[in-house]
């Protein structure tokens, strides 16, 4: 089977403002309904209509959803709930026995160092550790804040961004029987921020990117659905997004290469993951790498169904001057059966109509059609397969947009649009709009306050 993968690449302007744009209502597979994560991290259901109904999540999950994700049946949703550890107690639980014990090992060190340490304490950097051991300075620091001796506690309280140090931890759990009070699963726990997740074609497997406390890198990681395993590292280094083979064996994704702080080269790769029965393999093999390109973290790759890799990339010769240097990302479609085949998703022609950057976008269900999401909230629809571009939402806003748009179905994409020539985007509505019938209808307008101000940020907000 021929497979192609499209990916989103390296652009040098910045993309958004601040914070990038969430999948914040999400709608399942059969399009009868979403799930709605509000502002306070509380998780609805909607229907097509717009009706909102609240789940009752336990104590460990609510108030905390940051993002979501359909099983194929959408009858069953993948959570990722978010808190905030404060103290090493809190925190410790959540990492190996092996790795506690090496946080623990590297602060005796540190400690020593910090007893005769004069300087402020904020521009501390100890020289007894390996580079691999600064990776873990952050959680040695609280460690010490919280279990160091008289002396080094006293010192470190001088500082206030030790003092209100803290740890995000993050859990993926699987929410089912979904109605007021659901049945919930929780498959892991670990430290870091989650970015990323993608549930495998069948459902038994989940993918997902982490900003990783220690040593601040992303990571893609994969997970069976069944509880309490331990998630199975695929690469560290990788841009924020993946996706899965059409067969679910496999995962597509972008991965650095080079110290991660650099300015850097990275490739676009496949790794198996998982055997013919769906099981995670216990060894991974290595991963295969299809093309080159500028490393950015905010780089998306898809599979199509037809096993093509799709991307955003930039056409770069270096050396080059400044001016030289592009400033859009592109689309490119690579053929990993075929050496060296990498072209263009569109024309210049459909580039100079497009009003935005294509480096976040999302695809349609029939993998026809891209939704494209500007920083002024613009919302554009361009075909795949004419090239025809559609700016559904043309108008710019005072502030912006945090929905990123999400498809319905193939014909209808949902996303943040004015009502009655408001201007300012905190007024705005949810939408669903029909491409074929170039027209929408609002489904938001008895949603609860909480919900629609995570949809928006202000103007003067970064």
């Given at each position: ?10 652009v040098?302007?910045?993309?958004f403002?601040?914070c ?11 399009g009868n309904?979403?799930?709605v994560?509000?502002?306070n991290?509380?998780l ?34 993948v959570?990722?709930?978010e ?5 090493w ?17 590297i ?10 340490y004069?300087g402020e ?23 010490l ?35 007021a ?5 929780q ?8 970015i990323?997740i ?15 406390v ?11 659905d ?8 695929v690469?560290?280094?990788t ?25 850097q ?23 295969q ?5 500028v ?27 400044t ?10 479609m ?15 022609a ?33 075909s ?5 571009v559609?700016?559904v ?20 994409l949902?996303f ?46 970064h």
């Amino acid at each position: 089977m021929n497979r192609f993968f499209m990916v989103a690449c390296f652009v040098i302007a910045p993309l958004f403002a601040g914070c990038l744009p969430q999948e914040l209502v999400v709608w399942s597979p059969d399009g009868n309904r979403s799930a709605v994560i509000s502002q306070n991290g509380d998780l609805y259901l909607c229907d097509e209509a717009g009706t909102l109904s609240p789940l009752a999540l336990p104590p460990s999950l609510e108030h905390a959803v940051e993002k979501v994700a359909w099983l194929p049946d959408s009858k069953q949703l993948v959570l990722v709930a978010e808190r905030s550890a404060n103290s090493w107690d809190n925190a410790a639980d959540v990492f190996e026995p092996q790795t506690r014990q090496r946080i623990i090992q590297i602060a005796s060190k540190v400690q020593q160092e910090l007893l005769v340490y004069e300087g402020e304490i904020d521009k501390f950097e100890p020289v007894s550790t390996s580079c691999q051991e600064r990776d873990y300075i952050r959680l040695v620091l609280m460690y010490l804040r919280d279990h160091g001796n008289d002396d080094v506690r006293k010192k470190l309280a001088k500082s206030e961004s030790i003092r209100e140090m803290k740890v995000a931890i993050s859990a993926i759990a699987i929410c089912s029987s979904l109605n007021a009070k659901p049945q919930t699963r929780q498959i892991t726990e670990l430290a870091g921020e989650n970015i990323y997740i993608n549930v495998a074609p069948d459902g038994s497997a989940i993918a997902f990117t982490i900003e990783n406390v220690i040593g601040s890198q992303t990571s893609l990681n994969v997970i069976a659905d069944s509880a309490n395993t331990m998630p199975k590292i695929v690469s560290e280094n990788t841009s924020a997004f993946c996706d899965w083979t059409p067969d679910g064996h496999s995962l597509v994704f972008i991965q650095a290469t080079g110290d991660i702080n650099d300015a850097q080269f990275g490739a676009i790769a496949t790794r198996r993951v998982r055997d013919d029965s769906g099981a995670i393999l216990a060894d991974l093999p290595e991963p295969q790498k299809h093309a080159g390109l500028v490393f950015s973290k905010y780089l998306q790759v898809l599979c199509m169904l037809f096993f093509t890799m799709q991307m955003t990339a930039h056409e770069i010769n270096l050396p080059c001057t400044t001016a030289d240097l592009p400033q859009r990302a592109s689309l490119y479609m690579i053929n990993p059966a075929r050496q060296v085949m990498l072209s263009p998703v569109f024309g210049r022609a459909t580039y100079a109509e497009i009003p935005c950057d294509v480096r976040l976008f999302q695809l349609s269900p029939n993998r026809e059609h891209i939704a494209v999401l500007s920083s002024d909230s613009e919302v554009t629809v361009v075909s795949l397969i004419s090239g025809e571009v559609n700016i559904v939402q043309p108008i710019k806003a005072e502030g912006a947009s945090r929905l990123m748009p999400t498809w319905r179905n193939d014909d209808e994409l949902c996303f943040l649009s004015p009502v009655d020539g408001q201007e300012t985007v905190e007024n705005w509505q949810v939408v669903i709009w029909s491409l074929s019938k170039g027209s929408g209808r609002t489904i938001s307008e008895t949603w609860p306050s909480d919900v629609m101000r995570g949809f928006a940020r202000s103007s003067d907000k970064h």
